[in-house]
C-alpha cells in the first residue's frame, strides 16, 4: 500500500502517489483526522479555500499574497489567540519540524522571519504599497501548515527557511 500512517515523531498520512484510490484514502484519513477537532474544521476548510484562491490568481502576485495571508491567519487562528501573529506562525512551523526530526532543534534563518512577511502584509492591508517578493515564501510555509493540519505530513517546502541549533 502507498499511502498510510508514518510515525515521525507524530503521526501523519502519507501520499506517494497520485491515483485515485490513494488520494481517496489519503482524504478519508484527513476526515478522521478532522473529526477528532470538529471546532477546527470550518476554519481548516476556510483556509483551504483561501489557498486554492490564490493558487488560482496566475496573474497579479499582490493579490496572491493577500489571498495566502488570509488563509495563513485562519489557520494560526484555530486556537482564538489573535495576537503575536509573526511569532505563533514562527513557532508552528518549528514545531513541525522538531516533531519530524525530533534529534534537531530549529529556528528560522536570519531573512526569512515572519515579522518580515508580515511587514509586507501591513504595507499591502494598511498603505496599499503592494510589494509581492515574499509570496513564495508564504505559499510555502502555508502549504505545509495546510498540511499539518489536516493530518498530512508536510512536503518540506519551507525547510529551506529553518537552520538547525
Avoid at 485515485?20 to 482524504?27: F, M, T
Avoid at 476548510?45 to 485562519?74: C, P, Q, S, Y
Avoid at 501591513?122 to 509570496?135: C, K
Wanted: proline share 2%.
Amino acid at each position: 500500500m502507498t499511502v498510510g500512517f508514518a510515525t515521525l515523531g507524530v503521526s501523519c498520512t502519507i501520499v506517494k502517489s497520485n491515483t485515485s484510490n490513494d488520494i481517496e484514502l489519503a482524504v478519508s484519513n484527513a476526515r478522521k483526522s478532522l473529526s477528532k477537532r470538529p471546532s477546527e474544521i470550518e476554519p481548516i476548510l476556510n483556509a483551504v479555500h483561501m489557498h486554492g484562491n490564490g493558487k488560482r490568481e496566475l496573474t497579479d502576485k499582490n493579490e496572491r499574497f493577500r489571498k495566502f495571508w488570509i488563509a495563513l491567519e485562519a489557520l494560526i487562528n484555530i486556537d482564538g489567540e489573535k495576537t503575536n501573529i509573526a511569532k505563533r506562525i514562527e513557532n508552528s512551523l518549528i514545531q513541525l519540524y522538531e516533531s519530524n526530526d525530533p534529534a534537531n532543534k530549529y529556528r528560522i534563518k536570519s531573512g526569512f522571519e515572519i515579522v518580515e512577511i508580515k511587514k509586507d502584509r501591513v504595507d499591502q492591508f494598511h498603505y496599499a504599497i503592494e510589494n509581492p517578493e515574499r509570496v513564495v515564501q508564504l505559499e510555502r510555509i502555508l502549504e505545509d501548515l495546510i498540511r499539518s493540519k489536516v493530518g498530512l505530513c508536510h512536503r518540506g517546502y519551507t525547510k529551506e527557511y529553518l537552520e538547525v541549533l
